[in-house]
């Protein structure tokens, strides 16, 4: 009913992707992994879950960091927390609607803390580095006892606080592919106050345009926040897909996007809201991704 | 105006540097040798006989020292009046409210003490919830509390001038009604006592409370206990919003527990107990009636206010009482009638917020003066400036206005938040809206009304201050130094903050109602000049001349006509140490003896000095498609007399109105149908942030108050009480809706855009 003292567990701490999956293996759903805590240790308190034992990835230097290569793109390791992404030139220059993402999540002490690993396997449906990840097509790189196997972040999701990541596997890295020129993505997200808040509704646009420089060659939608799990809204996208875009096209996407989406009614806000908000918020995320092509053709 | 060394100076804050660097020590920090930990099983019912209590398994439980219920404390009632006394330290018969404490355990450490909850098994039979007034005031609805014989804890029904002239005479009406929602109290430190029990069996109790005096009697009289086996010492306290008043059961059962163990106890709180099951500000239906002439004057206004706040009466008449009396300014409004009632629920109970119910009233009031001057087409600044009380009007409850800078606080707000410019051009979706409000600078309410300070003189020369005017944050210990270093004639330096210590000083009604400044201020000025006189009579003495033509300045004692015959402050101070073996104390204290204690009855009388005025403009954005708002500048012009410290009244206005954008656009404590709290966290109850909050312009007018220390007046609440409705007449100049029920949310505000587009398409055929 009430926030708890956190319950007793054991605190294991390897030193290598191996070492935890060895553990994993060995407590089997007793065990969680523990990257930030935000999230878990919260559901702790409230006893929402009690594992007995607790395997700390923070040493592991290899799920650590941000790099880039010409032709692979950027490469985010799981424990990168989201002020090192707010912080990070690169996640600014390459990945803009990440960034978005990352600069109006939290408060600056929890995003201290806070990893994009954690922000993906705790699988919110509000989660906010989901959309981009999505609209961007970005991979997730999962470690378990077969080996390594990639899944696309779209397909990371099963429900709500729910991830297909198995119980035996860990997150190492995200993997977002270099961005084609003439590309790029946003990230808008609603929240009742101006920080600090969860997503009413969050809507990234990635969009990429032909070598006219006008007709939209390529475009995705992630939603979050109005379904049981991140998703898109492919009926809005194959709207704007070929097409030139416009003010009047990116709204008609808009509300073809707001008939996608399957919202519950909660303390934050109704479903009738949301769904309009998922209109007005794709129409405008559409608008911004093209805006920012505008702004680096023209620079 | 006079010339001052430190009053009216930004000097340092006393706990400035203690609190920026996070040293200051609040209850939570307290340890003392042995302590035992206190946790208390709370109910998850809101209403709910308690048939039985099983504790015997916690009891044997090892590191399990003591359990506590109800049954534990004599059964004597406590409450704020004698006829309203309502409660008692914890539930006997039954549960009120989601979250009570109704079993208190202290272990040798939190995890024992929480292991032992689990091992309490309780019997409940529910009863039938009451969450609402309506629900309380239902024909055959359960009775809340067990100890009166009414759900209507509290009434008033004033009339003040003929009402039925004063609607006759007006050329229009319009009535009206508005509605608030339940919000906390938004303090940063939960509740947390340390309480003590010495081998006499004298208790010593160290919490977080803001009017420790108040806690002091209730728990004394509830504990069946004389005062003086009492002590209560306040450590620093992380705010308190009219949140700390009381005692709680949190309160009660640590004493208790301290009692039967011989041992300290230490119970702090985690913050979803205190969204849960501690005081918030009554949930409000209000019905306005307002009469007028044609150019905007008001002629008549007739009130109907139904608070419900939780099971018990708490403050709650004082709630009742204020909005009514502040029915009678910041405008001049010859009749008026009002009828106030404050009925029980099965929700936490209520004290109040920041401002009191006067937010209330005064968003209803400053609400319906934008509804009225639409509809006569008077202009929105004009309407308020032509109703504005003035200096030396007596308000039809016979509340006596010395001094008003109101009509230039409205002209000077008006002006600098841009108004006329924004009525021949302005950006779609944006708009300005103002309110005013008065606040009483303490209003002298009955009982024990009063304010003490005592200075006590060090033989080097410095002076040691202890009041009853509690620091919560708001600055009372830095004005108190300031304006006893301006009397003495010492550097601010030279005074020292002492402990609030019921031992010493801590005589005080509470720090509530802009009153500290005020009274404590007046208080200390005495005890100043108590120490002033005794200090002149042995330079006096010794340089030869009459006490009484001696001025203190820049730490010395000289004569005015001479000040070559003169004495230091610190050759005085030793004189009287040294030679005559005489520490010397400074003894203050003030009450409004000179004004009407308030008739409950009639409501009439002059209730308080130094009414406090604001006028205050709030430009904001809405985006129509997402119902969004976006406040962007907010302009307070106050009138709190001689300001103390600038720089700490510009904090208090505009800390003030940054409070209650949450009120009017963000926070609601929501409830299911079973009086159980549904968002009983930081992150699904929405308290604003810095970056929620405009930017804030304060423009101050100076103005002299004839009975305030140094003619200072209040500060602090007004400005809560003048931002709902600024807010609310905002949002309607901008996109033309208006939300009549608080809090505004984005939905309400696209619902009402998309009604009005489809009224507006009908009538444009």
């Given at each position: ?25 060995k ?12 999230d ?7 006893r ?16 650590k ?8 793109g ?7 927390t ?54 961007m ?13 990639i ?6 999701f099963?429900?709500?606080a ?49 070598a ?14 109005v ?9 809005a ?20 996007a707001?008939t ?7 303390l934050?806000?109704?479903?009738g809201y ?26 | ?50 048939l ?38 914890m ?11 109704v ?13 032992a ?9 529910e ?6 007034a309506e ?18 804890a ?9 009402i ?16 608030s929602?339940?919000v ?9 006592c ?5 081998p006499?069996?004298r ?10 005096y108040?806690t ?22 992380g ?48 019905k ?27 403050i ?16 001049k ?29 005064q968003y ?78 303490g ?8 304010s ?17 005017g ?8 830095t004005?108190?130094?300031?304006m ?22 801590i ?15 007046n208080?200390?000025?005495?005890a ?9 009579e ?78 205050t ?14 406040l ?31 009120h ?15 968002n ?19 423009e ?18 007004a ?47």
């Open positions: 009913m009430f926030i708890r003292r956190l319950p007793k567990f054991e605190y294991h701490s390897p030193a290598s992707i191996a070492g935890v999956l060895g553990l994993l293996k407590y089997g759903n007793k065990a969680r992994i523990i990257a930030g805590g935000t878990l240790l919260l559901a702790m308190k409230k929402a879950v009690t594992p007995e034992h607790l395997v700390n990835v923070k040493n592991i230097k290899a799920l960091g941000i790099s880039y290569d010409a032709k692979k950027l490469k985010i390791g799981a424990l990168v989201c002020a090192e992404l707010e912080e990070s030139p690169l996640i600014k220059e390459k990945a803009p609607a990440l960034w978005d993402a990352v600069y109006v999540m939290a408060s600056p002490q929890v995003k201290t803390l806070a990893t994009i690993g954690g922000n993906l396997c705790s699988a919110v449906p509000s989660a906010d580095t989901a959309p981009p990840l999505i609209a097509g970005a991979e997730a790189v999962l470690s378990g006892p077969k080996g390594e196997h899944m696309a972040v779209e397909k990371l099963k429900g709500p729910e991830s297909k990541v198995a119980r035996s596997e860990i997150l190492t890295h995200i993997r977002i592919p270099k961005q084609p020129e003439r590309s790029c993505a946003a990230y808008l997200k609603l929240m009742r106050r101006a920080a600090m808040d969860l997503a009413l509704v969050g809507v990234a646009a990635y969009v990429c345009l032909d006219d420089n006008k007709t939209c060659k390529e475009v995705r939608i992630a939603l979050g926040a379904a049981p799990t991140p998703i898109r809204a492919p009926m996208e194959k709207l704007l897909s070929g097409k030139e875009i416009s003010a009047a096209l990116a709204e008609e996407a808009g509300k073809v707001g996608v989406c399957s919202p519950i009614t909660d934050r806000a109704s479903l949301r769904c309009d908000m998922v209109e007005v918020l794709t129409r405008r995320a559409v608008m911004a991704a093209l805006a920012r092509i505008n702004n680096r053709t023209t620079k | 105006m006079a010339e001052y060394s430190v009053v009216g100076k930004p000097v340092e804050r006393t706990d400035g540097r203690i609190k920026a660097t996070g040293s200051a020590k609040y209850a939570a920090d307290l340890i003392a040798p042995g302590m035992l930990y206190g946790k208390l099983l709370r109910s998850p019912l809101a209403h709910a006989k308690i039985n209590i099983d504790a015997t398994k916690a009891k044997a439980l090892k590191g399990v020292k003591a359990v506590v219920t109800g049954k534990d404390f004599p059964g004597i009632p406590y409450g704020t009046r004698p006829d309203t006394r309502d409660q008692l330290p539930p006997v018969t039954k549960v009120h409210h989601f979250g009570e404490g079993v208190a355990v202290a272990a040798v450490d939190e995890d024992t003490a929480e292991e909850l689990d091992l309490i098994k309780v019997d409940y039979q009863l039938p919830v009451v969450l609402t629900d309380a005031m239902a024909p055959g609805a359960p009775l809340v509390n067990e100890l009166s014989k009414s759900n209507i509290y009434f008033s029904d004033f009339l003040f001038g003929d039925e002239k004063g609607f006759k005479e007006a050329d229009y009406i319009r009535e009206e009604t508005f509605s929602q339940r906390t109290v938004g303090f940063i430190e939960p509740h947390a340390l309480v003590e029990v010495d006499t069996g208790v010593l109790l160290q919490a977080s409370k803001q009017s420790p108040v002091w009697r209730h728990m004394c009289r509830a504990l069946d206990i004389p005062v003086s086996k009492m002590r209560i010492i306040n450590p620093f306290v705010g308190g919003f009219s949140g700390k008043h009381d005692p709680f059961d949190i309160d009660f059962a640590t004493v208790k527990l301290a009692q039967m163990t011989g041992r300290p106890v230490k119970t702090v709180l985690n913050y979803d107990e205190v969204l849960a099951a501690y005081r918030q500000r009554n949930a409000m239906n209000a306005l009636k307002m009469g007028l002439k044609k150019n905007g004057q008001i002629t008549a206004l007739r009130t109907e206010c139904v608070l419900e706040g939780g099971p018990i009466a708490g709650g008449p004082f709630n009742i009482y204020y909005f009514g009396a502040f029915q009678n300014v910041p405008y409004i010859p009749a008026i009638e009002y009828h106030g009632k404050l009925t029980y629920s099965n929700r936490a109970p209520c004290g109040t917020v920041r401002g009191q119910e006067i937010v209330l009233a209803c009031l400053d609400s319906m003066l934008g509804i009225v001057a639409e509809d006569l087409g008077v202009d929105q600044v004009e309407i308020r400036h032509m109703n504005a009380v003035t200096n030396n009007w007596k308000a039809a409850n016979g509340l006596i206005v010395d001094v008003s800078g109101l009509p230039e606080c409205i002209e000077k707000c008006g002006k600098r938040i841009g108004w006329k410019e924004s009525r021949t051009s302005r950006p779609k979706g944006r708009g300005i809206g103002f309110s005013c409000a008065s606040h009483p600078s209003v002298r309410l009955g009982g024990h009304f009063g003490s300070v005592m200075l006590k003189l060090m033989e080097d020369g410095n002076v040691v201050v202890t009041h009853g509690t620091e919560i944050g708001q600055g009372a210990n004005i108190f130094c300031q006893t270093a301006e009397v003495l004639g010492i550097p601010f330096e030279s005074v020292i903050q002492g402990v609030s210590d019921s031992d010493t000083t005589f005080d009604s509470g720090m509530f109602g802009d009153r500290c400044t005020y009274w404590d201020g208080a200390t000025i005495a100043a000049k108590d120490l002033k006189r005794q200090l002149a042995i330079a006096g003495a010794e340089l030869k001349v009459s006490p009484d033509d001696l001025e203190f300045k820049n730490s010395m004692i000289f004569l005015k006509e001479n000040p070559e015959v003169k004495m230091d402050f610190l050759t005085a101070s030793r004189r009287a140490y040294y030679e005559k073996g005489s520490p010397l104390y400074g003894r203050g204290y003030w009450a409004a003896t000179d004004i009407d204690i308030v008739d409950w009855k009639t409501g009439r009388g002059n209730l308080a000095h130094g009414l406090d005025f604001i006028a403009g709030i430009k904001v954005d809405v985006d129509r498609e997402t119902g969004k708002v976006t962007l500048q907010g302009v307070s012009a106050d009138d709190a007399g001689q300001p103390i410290h600038p720089v700490m009244l510009d904090g208090q206005v505009n800390g003030g109105s940054a409070h209650m954008t949450g009017a656009l963000l926070e609601d404590c929501l409830y299911d149908e079973k009086g159980r709290v549904l009983g966290s930081w992150r699904d109850y929405k308290q604003p942030t810095a970056l929620d909050t405009p930017e804030y312009i304060v101050h007018v100076h103005t002299h108050d004839p009975y305030g220390p140094f003619g200072a007046k209040g500060a602090g609440e400005s809560s009480c003048s931002s709902l409705a600024a807010i609310a007449n905002g949002i309607y100049d901008a996109v033309g809706v208006r939300i009549k029920d608080l809090p505004i949310t984005p939905e309400k505000i696209l619902a009402a855009l998309k009604e009005k587009a489809k009224n507006s398409g009908k009538t444009g055929g």
